[in-house]
C-alpha cells in the first residue's frame, strides 16, 4: 500500500491553518473538476484532492494522521503501525463524500476502522447535549484477571485561535473491570465534549485493547502459550509447571506428544460468567549438539531409531 502525503497534495505546509487547507482545496477542486478542466488526469486528481482534504480540514482526523510523521514519502510502501490510533480522543466526526470505501486503500486503512466512521442520523444534528466523544486505550493483560484503577493520558485535537490544529492533554482515572475484553468499551459519563447553553456534557467511551503480551496470546477470552519441551518430555510424557496470569500451575503431558499438540486448562482464561480457558501449545526445542559426547549421543539416536522417517507423509 502506498503512502499518501496529503499535504503535498494540497500543495500546503505541514503548519499551515485551517483557512489556508480550505482556500488550497479550493483553487485545487476548481483546477481540476472534471466538468470543467482539461487536464489528462483531472479526475484521479480531483479525487485525490478531495481525500486529502478530508483528512485536512478535520482537527481530529489530520492530529491523528500527523502522528505518523513528517519522513514517509509519497509512493513508499505502507503499513499502518499496531494501535496508531490509540490515545486518541475524538468525536468521530461525518465524512462529507460518502463512506472511507470511496477513497484511496491508503484512507481505509488508517481511517476505514472502528472511531472514524461517519456518523449518521441525530447526531450530526443540533442538540445541547454535547458530543459523546471516543478513544482507544491499551491496557494490561493482568488487570482484566485483578480489575484495576489506572490514570491515563488521551489526547484531544483542538484548532488554536490562529487555525493551526494542536493537541491537548486529558488526563483521567479509570476503573477497570475484571474481566473486560478486547474490543469491548468503559463508558464515563459526563467525560465527554460539553453541552451547548447549559446542557449536559457528553459521555466518553473508551474501547479497549491489550497491550502485546510476551507469553500470551488472547482470542475472545481464551488465551494461549507456547511452552517449551524437551524431546524426552514430549516423547515419554511428563509433569510440568506451566505459568498463567493466575499463577503456575502443575499440568501432565502425554506421552507421544509433538509439536502444535493443544492442551487445555479449563476455566483459566480470562475471568467472566463464563470464563474463558487457557491452552498450551507444545513446542518441542531440540538440544544443542555442542560436544563431541552430545554429537556421539545424536549419532547414537539416529542408529536406534534408523527406520523413522519424519517427512513419509510428504511421499520422500
Known amino acids: 500500500m502506498e503512502f499518501k502525503d496529503y499535504y503535498k497534495i494540497m500543495g500546503v505546509a505541514r503548519d499551515a491553518t485551517q483557512d489556508e487547507i480550505k482556500r488550497a482545496y479550493r483553487q485545487l477542486a476548481r483546477k481540476y473538476h472534471p466538468d470543467v478542466s482539461k487536464e489528462p488526469d483531472a479526475e484521479a486528481r480531483f479525487k485525490e484532492v478531495g481525500e486529502a482534504y478530508e483528512v485536512l480540514k478535520d482537527p481530529e482526523k489530520r492530529a491523528a494522521y500527523d502522528q505518523l510523521g513528517a519522513n514517509w514519502k509519497a509512493g513508499q510502501d505502507f503499513r499502518p503501525p499496531p494501535d496508531w490510533n490509540a490515545g486518541f480522543e475524538f468525536s468521530g466526526g461525518g465524512f462529507t463524500g460518502g463512506d472511507a470505501a470511496d477513497y484511496s486503500d491508503f484512507f481505509e486503512a488508517l481511517f476505514g476502522g472502528r472511531g472514524f466512521r461517519p456518523e449518521r442520523g441525530a447526531r450530526a444534528a443540533y442538540r445541547a447535549q454535547g458530543e459523546d466523544r471516543h478513544a482507544k486505550i491499551l491496557i494490561d493483560l493482568e488487570d482484566a484477571f485483578t480489575g484495576a484503577t489506572r490514570t491515563i493520558s488521551l489526547r484531544v485535537p483542538e484548532t488554536d485561535a490562529m487555525g493551526r490544529v494542536h493537541t491537548r492533554e486529558h488526563k483521567l482515572n479509570v476503573t477497570i473491570p475484571r474481566g473486560i475484553r478486547a474490543g469491548q468499551h468503559i463508558r464515563l459519563a459526563g467525560q465527554g465534549a460539553p453541552g451547548i447553553g447549559g446542557g449536559k456534557p457528553g459521555d466518553l467511551y473508551l474501547e479497549v485493547e491489550f497491550r502485546p503480551h510476551p507469553l500470551y496470546r488472547v482470542e475472545g477470552r481464551d488465551l494461549y502459550l507456547d511452552l517449551p ?88
Open 229 to 316: 519441551v524437551a524431546p524426552w518430555e514430549a516423547a515419554l510424557g511428563a509433569s510440568v509447571t506451566v505459568p498463567t496470569p493466575g499463577g503456575k500451575v502443575e499440568m501432565k503431558i502425554p506421552p507421544g506428544s509433538a509439536t502444535g499438540t493443544k492442551l487445555r486448562l479449563k476455566g483459566r482464561g480470562i475471568p467472566g460468567t463464563t470464563p474463558g480457558d487457557f491452552y498450551v501449545v507444545l513446542q518441542v526445542v531440540v538440544p544443542p549438539a555442542d560436544s563431541e559426547d552430545k554429537k556421539a549421543f545424536y549419532r547414537q539416536m539416529a542408529e536406534t531409531f534408523r527406520t523413522f522417517n519424519p517427512r513419509a507423509k510428504l511421499g520422500v
